[in-house]
């Protein structure tokens, strides 16, 4: 029971991130995205690491553990979620977003495969209605109707543009995402097999740990520092709470 309890929360925190993240990048860049929300991970991690005493546990955590939760997180935090991120800036959360729930696929195949799990039929109709039910509630952005002019009136030039997906390169960066999260499950699973749940959160911190410094390097190029310069206050909160 365990186990569902952490898997609802983690699709919960999903949802929440692409909502707040979506408000973020229809003006900003997943560049910009990805310098806040990444070390905002740091942030809220490091408390509750000290707060439970984990920090301490970090002689007994396996160097081989530590360099899989390492590759999590930039697997999960920076390939991963750039990938999220450009999927819903291009194409939108709605055409994405069953896409990205794919990763269930990747996990239960690779679970299989590379855990040599047992998968039953159950868990096998389980991943499917998941699957179908995210594209069965898939539907196309609103479409933003100029109104028509009245007369002795100027027509509405004013009116905001319509957004126009870009399937391609949605689907593809949505796919390339699905693949990053659907393996980080089996990449934590090496790590953290033989621990307790509270050792969840030093090997997140690991993970984002890892992921701020491979962001930091990035940092080194002019052109991306210059982005993350240009972020707009607005934004910076969604990606704030995007990050949280």
Known sequence: MLGVLFSVLSA???????????RGVVSGTPIQAMAVTVPVGVLCMLPVALVLGELSRLS?????????????????????RYCNFKANQVAGVNLTAPVVQLQIVVTMVMAVVVLH???????ILGGVVMVVA?????RQPPRVKVAPAVAGEPA???????????YLAGYTF???AAVSYGSTPVMAR???????????????????VAA??????????????????????GNAHWFVYSGI
Not at 12 to 22: E, G, K, T, V, Y
Not at 156 to 166: E, R, W
Not at 212 to 233: F, H, M, Q, Y
Request: with cysteine.
């Open 12 to 22: 919960a925190s999903f949802a929440l991130n692409n909502a707040a993240l979506r």
């Open 60 to 80: 007994q955590f396996a160097p081989t553990a530590m360099a899989w939760m390492a590759l999590v997180g930039v697997v999960h935090f920076v390939i991963g």
């Open 117 to 123: 799990e047992p998968c039953t039929l159950l868990q």
């Open 134 to 138: 995210s594209l069965i509630t898939q």
């Open 156 to 166: 509405d030039t004013h009116a905001a543009p319509q957004f126009v997906p870009l």
């Open 174 to 176: 949505a796919s390339m």
């Open 190 to 208: 090496f790590a953290l097999e033989h621990t307790g749940p509270a050792t969840g959160i030093l090997g997140g911190l690991i993970s984002y």
């Open 212 to 233: 701020t410094a491979v962001i930091a390097l990035t940092l080194l190029s002019p052109a991306i520092r210059k982005n993350v310069t240009e972020l707009k206050r």
